[in-house]
Each structure stands twice: as C-alpha cells, then as structure tokens.
C-alpha cells in the first residue's frame, strides 16, 4: 500500500507498505515495469535505494520529509503548488 510519494524531476521517493505477497524488489520492479509501459519506453536506472523503517520511527514525520524535497530543491515555495505527490495524511 502507497503510503506516500513525490515524483522529482530526476528521481522518486515512496513510502510503502508490503503486503505478504511481493518483496520489495518485485514491488519497485512491477512500478518499474508499469510506468515503462505507460510512457513507452525506460527511464529507470538499475536498481534502488531503500531504507526499512524501524518502529521508533515515526512514519507520518518520514512522509513529511518525502513531500517536502520539492520545497527543499526550491521548485515551489508550497507544497501545494507541487502537483506530484500523494500522502495519505495530507
């Protein structure tokens, strides 16, 4: 389950859920191969970086953080104005 996302111009942050049915390298190889498809050709490098929340992480806080890179790359001095992202909080 998505939990939270932004798209940027040269990369992409995700906050998922796993469910019992896929790893999480079958999960970004499915988006991978989705988006591909979509937009007719590859624009995905090979492999990714992940980092697994710890429980005293607070996962609200990190979806946060995710949203918040556009304003940090100084794309858009609000969120709001930031048409690619998602968080299920916000």
């Not at 988006?31 to 498809?37: C, D, F, P, W, Y």
């Not at 980092?51 to 979806?63: F, G, K, T």
Request: aromatic residues 12%; positive net charge.
């Amino acid at each position: 389950m998505s939990l939270c996302f932004v798209v940027m111009p040269d990369h992409f942050h995700w906050l998922l859920e796993l469910s019992d049915k896929h790893s999480l390298s079958q999960t970004v190889g499915m988006l991978k191969s989705q988006t591909a498809r979509a937009i007719g050709q590859s624009i995905w490098q090979r492999g990714f970086h992940d980092h697994a929340l710890r429980q005293e992480e607070d996962a609200l806080q990190i979806a946060r953080y995710i949203v918040a890179n556009p304003l940090r790359a100084g794309l858009v001095k609000s969120v709001k104005d930031y048409p690619y992202w998602y968080a299920i909080w916000l």
